[in-house]
């Protein structure tokens, strides 16, 4: 019997996200479910917007190829076809859910550092992907050195 | 290969449990996995307490008891054998982190609503769990009526 048959990974590009995609591609197995690998490119408006124009067309562009090469590389090293890797930009909570649904995924696992007090009143990607997912959602620890 | 190999899942007790026992119980079951069921009580003091003085202890005595023998119903369910049934008193997030820490859990399991807005700021026990925690949670989304 299995619980889950279409999964989603949404990781980010630092050092942590090989501990996700190793659970995640355990769990894929266990369960003989598909697994998509998302990673969500936030808008550079969003950090450096708003007050001074300015053309970041450029560097929105360069992101997201650095993006789509990283997640290439993942998704070679753990067996993750081009059809299943997502890269897509907007704010990762709102992005995941959407894909989420879009895909009809019942599981969307993505990471999380655990942390409390300040971290949680400002919040962090795993707690957004809680809040307002119609499928499950699996945060896996990620263990720090 | 699998992935969990001791899962806890961590119940309310309202009609919405059996949902989130089923998916531990078939995740148990792809995993191989032990299955503890886990129940957190809430000191009464918390809700009726402080000003007035009032021995509560009849009626936690009372309510310990609804929790066992509802904990009991649903172990006899689900297979799950009574040394596997803990009902605790406390901070549900805490005794949550606790146990699981005590009896090295690899996963916990607990139930979520996925709201927005207002309850992620005032928190619900799927976001306490998750901050804090040891080890990987699954948020099981509930599907309302």
């Known amino acids: 019997m299995t619980t889950y048959k279409n999964i989603l990974v949404a990781i980010d590009l630092t050092e942590e996200a090989p501990q996700v995609l190793e659970k995640a591609k355990s769990l894929a197995q266990t369960h003989g479910a598909q ?17 001074i124009p ?7 562009d360069q992101l997201d ?11 070679d090293q753990y067996g993750i076809s081009k059809d299943q890797q997502i890269v897509t930009v ?3 909570e709102s992005e995941i859910h ?11 696992i993505v990471g999380s550092h655990g942390r409390k007090g300040f971290q949680l009143l400002l919040g962090s990607t795993a707690n957004g992907v809680l809040h307002g997912s119609e499928c499950d959602v ?6 720090q050195d």
Chains 1, 2 share one sequence.
């Open 90 to 92: 907007g704010r990762p």
């Open 54 to 60: 300015m053309d970041l067309t450029e560097l929105q």
């Open 98 to 108: 959407r894909l989420a649904k879009e895909m009809n995924g019942d599981l969307v």
């Open 35 to 51: 697994l998509t690998l998302i990673h969500v490119v936030e808008p550079v408006g969003y950090a450096y917007g708003g007050d």
């Open 65 to 75: 190829k650095a993006a789509h090469e990283q997640l290439a590389a993942y998704g």
């Open 138 to 143: 699996l945060a896996v620890r990620i263990q």
